[in-house]
């Protein structure tokens, strides 16, 4: 063992250590969702937005840490630790918090803008009608450039040519055109080559990189996948009572795999001890029932916020009895922040070009990704009836159960967002506009009305800049009004010892962030 790790193993959250009864802590990772980063430059933002500041002589200062991230497997990781707070009885009681930073930068090592060409014309050669309102103010001004230039360089062209009246003027107008013609789509290319090494077009090149169908893209998309599995899997060990994962940009694609894909490997684990009759290990999930009937009304209500706040509020409680019976899932929350995965009907679905043109576009893109639905390839929330075949029809009553035995009741392969709630933050854009995210948006409609989506207010006049909104989420946590960025995802994350649930716009469903304590060996 390294001095390194036996510094950590000494500490009060040492490796293994389950945390008492009533004790909370909690670990929250990041995966961020830009380019290539210096380490701990996503971190350092996260964490003062993500905490509470504390009161000292009179002036707001974060507590915490810094301490090594060995369980990361990675040199220059650190991690951020955040302990009791009781020097100020009239604030915020800050939990035992321990923060993460992924960085998955150095392993996408497919070219650097592998898919982005097919994913832009995708996105810009369609009708006005089929492109979504977040991306319609940047596609109205992309087509006026072009059209611009398009007609420019033959007025030019033509110009040069009649301004001639001898054959040697004729010559020179013709070559003159032509020079202009290769200044202008020389420029264009320079001003593409600029955008596309941009912050403005990052979400769009991550996400095509990620995305990308290609043997390099698949490679690394791999192994993004299996670290930051590999990552939550060592986390799952015991030190920590609650896990939360919160992923920006890019970042909301690599999490939703990997949560997809931890949750096959756990749903049908028991780590709890064997029954026996001193002491009995609980065998159903006494939530579920609940949590079934709470997913038919939101189904069949989705636009209602007291249905929703129900929802999550069993969501919850059926983590906690999952803890109870013994699994190992710890996840209790996901917060997306700025997702391109509101897109995910356009990037995922790699339709033809042509398919942008049809009135039938979106009709087309939905059915699409409903069948990957369908076949497990992607999951929701609610998450669709285990019960269903692959090519079966929607019927009256969700049923979560894989299968039931005489032991324990185990949910399905498909059903994550049964017992992880889901919350997703962005900066709105008008449509037509290019104030805010362009790449952020709701994602109820595609991803299911389980998801609490917030549009953020606040952060004015940061939320306002053109092309530069998605990197300003974490660039003002001294902003914590109500209505910014800091306040919303405070309330979300809910790292105090005691805090009542979080609820958006809606009557307060009260939940304690105190899961139980049973040991999960």
């Not at 290539?36 to 509470?52: C, I, Q, S, W, Y």
């Not at 202008?184 to 991550?206: E, H, I, K, M, T």
């Not at 809910?494 to 716009?505: F, H, I, K, V």
């Amino acid at each position: 063992m390294t001095a390194e790790e036996a510094a950590v193993r000494a500490e009060p959250a040492a490796q293994g250590e389950e945390p008492s009864p009533g004790e909370v802590r909690t670990a929250v990772v990041l995966v961020h969702g830009m380019r290539e980063k210096r380490p701990l430059e996503a971190l350092d933002g996260f964490v003062r937005t993500a905490l509470d500041p504390q009161q000292a002589q009179g002036e707001a200062k974060w507590q915490y840490h810094s301490r090594p991230a060995v369980i990361t497997g990675s040199y220059e990781a650190r991690r951020y630790v955040s302990r009791q707070q009781d020097s100020d009885p009239t604030g915020p009681e800050q939990g035992d918090t321990e923060i993460y930073d992924y960085n998955w930068s150095f392993l996408m090592t497919s070219n650097r803008f592998a898919g982005l060409a097919p994913t832009a014309m995708r996105l810009f050669l369609r009708r006005p009608s089929n492109v979504p309102d977040p991306l319609f103010g940047m596609w109205r001004v992309v087509w006026i450039v072009v059209l611009a230039i398009l007609l420019a360089v033959p007025a030019l062209f033509v110009g040069g040519y009649l301004l001639s009246s001898d054959v040697p003027g004729s010559i020179i107008g013709l070559v003159s055109g032509a020079v202009v013609l290769l200044f202008w789509f020389g420029l264009l290319r320079f001003v593409v080559g600029a955008l596309a090494n941009s912050a403005v077009a990052a979400p769009l090149v991550g996400v095509a990189r990620y995305l990308e169908p290609s043997p390099y893209s698949y490679a690394a998309r791999r192994a993004i996948r299996g670290g930051l599995v590999g990552l939550l899997r060592d986390l799952h060990d015991g030190r920590y009572s609650r896990i939360i994962v919160v992923a920006h940009g890019v970042g909301a694609y690599i999490s939703y795999d990997a949560l997809s894909a931890l949750w096959a490997e756990t749903h049908e684990l028991h780590a709890g001890p064997a029954p026996d009759v001193q002491t009995p290990l609980p065998i159903k999930l006494n939530s579920l029932d609940g949590l079934e009937k709470a997913a038919d009304r939101l189904l069949a209500d989705g636009n209602s916020v007291a249905e929703l706040d129900h929802f999550q509020d069993r969501q919850f409680a059926l983590w906690r009895d999952l803890r109870r019976q013994g699994n190992p899932w710890r996840i209790s929350d996901f917060v997306t922040v700025g997702a391109p995965v509101a897109l995910a009907d356009l990037l995922v679905n790699r339709r033809g070009i042509a398919s942008g043109f049809k009135k039938s576009d979106l009709m087309d893109r939905r059915e699409l990704f409903d069948g990957l639905v369908r076949r497990g390839a992607l999951v929701r929330c609610p998450p669709r009836s285990e019960t269903l075949p692959v090519e079966g029809d929607e019927h009256g009553q969700v049923n979560y159960r894989w299968h039931e035995c005489e032991a324990r009741e185990v949910l399905g392969s498909q059903s994550p967002f049964a017992v992880t709630r889901w919350t997703n933050l962005w900066f709105p854009v008008i449509r037509g506009g290019l104030h805010g995210d362009w790449f952020g948006g709701e994602l109820r409609s595609l991803f299911g009305p389980g998801i609490r989506d917030i549009e953020v207010r606040g952060n004015q006049p940061e939320r306002f800049k053109r092309g530069s909104a998605h990197t300003e989420y974490f660039s003002h946590p001294d902003k914590g009004d109500q209505g910014d960025v800091a306040w919303h995802l405070r309330r979300t994350l809910a790292l105090q010892t005691s805090n009542p649930a979080r609820t958006e716009g809606g009557p307060c469903c009260r939940t304690s962030v105190r899961p139980a304590a049973s040991r999960s060996g």
